[in-house]
């Protein structure tokens, strides 16, 4: 597609439950990341994908995270059991040549609401 | 460890008046370093990136920013600022080859008041 495109844009969930949060990359894109952003706190790294392996997942929280890329396209950030401090906004985003020194293109995001 | 601090929260600046943004980073070899801006409800956008050569780097929108060696900083700037540029600002530091991962600043939300 022409950008990242995240969905839901938005995702109110119960303590408790799970949730799947979904990234479509700009097409032809190895490389693939995922990002959460919480109220005053920037951009924390969770994941990053080179095709459909993860070399680096050393940013994800806790074992209730876990993410998958199939068809070195599509990932899905899924959150089991959810908590309240799971709250925030869940960016993806996408580079070229596997090198995200060259600059991500960052999807809109998935705010993500625990109640 | 890879670092970055933006020590300014916010920042109020006057249409037409002229901005600078600050950034420090910390990183043991060589950076790649990156502004990025989000406006309200959208994702981010990058702004310019310094990766070697010249320091002082062109960014669009207007922008630019210094690579600073001695004072590990890469502070953004604009000659003359528009209410259009209100948004959040981020710094961010990546490494050489091999390391992926980009490292954000918290953010400097900056305000235009006409």
């Known amino acids: 597609g022409a950008g990242v495109s995240q969905s839901p844009s938005n995702k109110v969930t119960e303590k408790g439950k799970d949730v799947e949060l979904r990234c479509d990359p700009i097409?032809?894109?190895?490389?693939l990341y995922w990002y959460r952003q919480s109220l005053g706190q920037g951009l924390e790294f969770l994941i990053y994908?080179?095709?459909?392996?993860?070399?680096?997942k050393s940013g994800l929280p806790s074992d209730r995270f876990s993410a998958e890329r199939t068809g070195g396209s599509v990932s899905t950030l899924t959150i089991q059991r959810t908590q309240q401090e799971d709250s925030a906004v869940y960016l993806c985003a996408s580079s070229s040549g596997g090198r995200g020194l060259w600059g991500y293109t960052f999807g809109s995001g998935t705010r993500l609401t625990v109640v | 460890a890879q670092s970055v601090t933006q020590p300014d929260i916010h920042i109020t600046v006057s249409e037409g008046a002229s901005l600078e943004l600050r950034c420090n980073y910390s990183?043991?070899?060589?950076?790649?370093l990156f502004w990025y801006v989000q406006s309200p409800g959208q994702g981010l956008q990058l702004l310019l990136k310094y990766f070697s050569g010249d320091t002082l780097v062109q960014g669009i929108k207007g922008f630019e920013a210094e690579f600073k060696r001695s004072q590990s900083s890469f502070n953004l700037r604009k000659p003359s600022v528009h209410w259009s540029d209100a948004a959040e600002y981020f710094c961010a530091v990546g490494g050489s080859f091999g390391n992926e991962k980009l490292t954000f600043g918290t953010g400097t939300r900056l305000t235009i008041i006409p």
């Open positions: 994908f080179q095709g459909n392996s993860a070399p680096d």
């Open positions: 097409s032809g894109h190895t490389a």
């Open positions: 990183y043991g070899a060589t950076p790649y």
